[in-house]
């Protein structure tokens, strides 16, 4: 009230009135236009971070399945290690098995029995998980033999 009592005795009446609001409606005009425009601008951001947001689950998913599945080769290749470490294991008694076997052969050659005692010559005896090899000579082969 005070400004347009100054007004009017300044002499320009209602005219600079009417200037000062047009200006105030530019200005509020202005004002809406920027305020659209930042809303405008943080709208963009928002789709820009929920987008980014969204592809970064993704990958966080994408990362826990592979993370899963190299868990999941990794219990694989334990257990074909095991596997593979048993059958080493086996595989060494059965070859010295057969050393064994190739051994009673060679020994059964050079002497010579007569059939009844060809096979008392060697026995294998089981005992736990070992195999003892008894060999025997003519002279300590039971008569029963």
Not at 14 to 21: D, G, P, R, V
Not at 24 to 36: I, N, P, Q
Not at 52 to 70: D, F, G, M, N, P
Request: contains cysteine; charged residues 30%.
């Amino acid at each position: 009230m005070l400004m347009q009592h100054h007004f009017f005795r300044d002499g320009s009446g209602s005219s600079s009135l009417t200037s000062l609001a047009e200006a105030s409606l530019e200005a509020k005009k202005r004002y809406s236009r920027d305020l659209r425009e930042q809303k405008r601008q943080l709208q963009k951001e928002l789709d820009r971070s929920k987008s980014k947001l969204q592809e970064l689950k993704e990958r966080h998913i994408w990362t826990e399945c592979y993370a899963e599945s190299v868990k999941k080769a990794i219990k694989d290749k334990e257990r074909e290690l095991r596997t593979s470490s048993n059958l080493q294991g086996l595989l060494a008694a059965s070859s010295g098995t057969v050393a064994i076997l190739e051994l009673e052969k060679h020994m059964q050659r050079p002497f010579q029995f007569e059939p009844s005692y060809h096979h008392a010559l060697c026995c294998f005896m089981h005992t736990s998980s070992s195999l003892t090899f008894l060999c025997r000579t003519p002279d300590t082969i039971p008569e029963a033999f």
